[in-house]
């Protein structure tokens, strides 16, 4: 497969997976852009691979956490609209699910770059931690404890906003057993 074939091919399942990854479409068409960038310079060894896209999407993947390291990046919250586009549902969202949604997105952009990455490659991409951790460059074992920060630091976060704040201090209301 030419690279122009590739590209053509899987460049809205490597932009979906970037602005997942990095919460922000405009910095995701930039990691992408860098990232065929680099994989047009190698193209013959990686078309040669048994899947090119994985490999691809591992160099989206560093060039994010690489970006996040090189220079500070402001984030701006995700919306359900942002990622999706011009192909969001004709259906109307139901009114709670909403708010749910928008603070899951904040939550998840304010993660660490790695366990950012983690989740978004465990449960939008798929990925078993064996194969995150060859994304990652790290042991399986890792990629569990960046997942296992990552969903105690949500639930904590997520907890929190819906428990009044006597509740989370231990306190109640006069006449309350």
Not at 30 to 39: F, G, P
Not at 49 to 57: C, K, S
Not at 90 to 105: I, M, N, T
Request: aromatic share 6%; hydrophobic share 40%; charged share 35%.
């Amino acid at each position: 497969m030419r690279f122009e074939e590739f590209a053509r091919a899987r460049l809205p399942a490597l932009l979906r997976y970037a602005t997942v990854l990095a919460g922000d479409r405009e910095l995701a068409r930039d990691v992408v852009q860098e990232a065929l960038a680099r994989a047009l310079v190698h193209w013959r060894r990686i078309e040669k691979l048994d899947e090119p896209y994985a490999y691809v999407r591992r160099i989206v993947t560093n060039e994010f956490l690489s970006l996040r390291r090189r220079r500070r990046v402001r984030t701006v919250a995700l919306t359900f609209e942002a990622l999706d586009g011009p192909r969001a549902p004709v259906a109307p969202d139901p009114a709670s699910g909403h708010g749910d949604r928008e603070e899951l997105w904040r939550q998840l952009a304010a993660l660490p770059p790695r366990q950012r990455a983690v989740l978004v490659l465990r449960y939008y991409e798929g990925l078993s931690d064996p194969e995150i951790g060859e994304v990652l460059r790290c042991r399986p074992g890792t990629v569990r404890a960046y997942a296992s920060r990552a969903l105690a630091a949500l639930r904590i976060e997520l907890t929190e906003r819906r428990e009044p704040a006597e509740v989370r201090h231990g306190r109640t209301e006069v006449g309350e057993v």
